[in-house]
């Protein structure tokens, strides 16, 4: 019977690894747990799988978040800067905006969205109107990690999605 205790015992904890149980997803900072939320509600509208919260990409997402602030302008990091993961960036007033208008402003972009092969996804003919959308919905990315940074006037939002979506000639869903 040991050996069945211990086989069960391990496929529990290879489970627990591959599923966020509410426990992990709890020890994220509520302003996070919003992000998270709002991430996976534009999913939902969608049909995509939800993402998982990646305290990784969190971390590298604010020390670049806290650069942004200091120049006191956005500019997204180089791929190879942020590993080949994906990345958002939005900027507002500093204390005027909370998760759902800073991830609202990437979902909002779905009014141009045209399903359809990358980079051909926007009524408007420009892919980069429907970008910070297309990442936030991307079937394949699986993680995101996000951080805020306050400059003088501006709070600096990152995001970072890995694997990262908007790849050419790929689908979005």
């Not at 997204?76 to 942020?82: A, D, F, P």
């Not at 991307?138 to 890995?162: K, N, P, S």
């Amino acid at each position: 019977m040991r050996n069945g205790r211990v086989a069960s015992a391990a496929l529990a904890l290879i489970a627990a690894l591959s599923v966020p149980s509410a426990a992990q997803e709890a020890r994220i900072n509520p302003f996070a747990q919003r992000l998270l939320a709002e991430h996976n509600q534009a999913r939902d509208a969608v049909g995509v799988p939800r993402l998982a919260w990646s305290a990784r990409l969190a971390g590298e997402a604010q020390q670049w978040a806290e650069h942004l602030a200091q120049q006191g302008r956005m500019e997204h990091s180089s791929r190879e800067g942020r590993g080949g993961a994906g990345e958002n960036l939005w900027a507002g007033t500093a204390g005027r905006y909370g998760a759902d208008r800073m991830v609202g402003a990437f979902v909002a972009e779905r009014q141009y969205f045209r399903n359809g092969m990358f980079p051909r996804v926007s009524t408007t003919g420009n892919w980069s109107d429907v970008g910070h959308y297309t990442q936030v919905v991307w079937r394949e990315t699986q993680e995101v990690g996000c951080a805020v940074a306050r400059g003088e006037q501006w709070d600096f939002l990152v995001c970072r999605y890995w694997p990262a979506g908007n790849t050419y000639d790929r689908a979005v869903f």
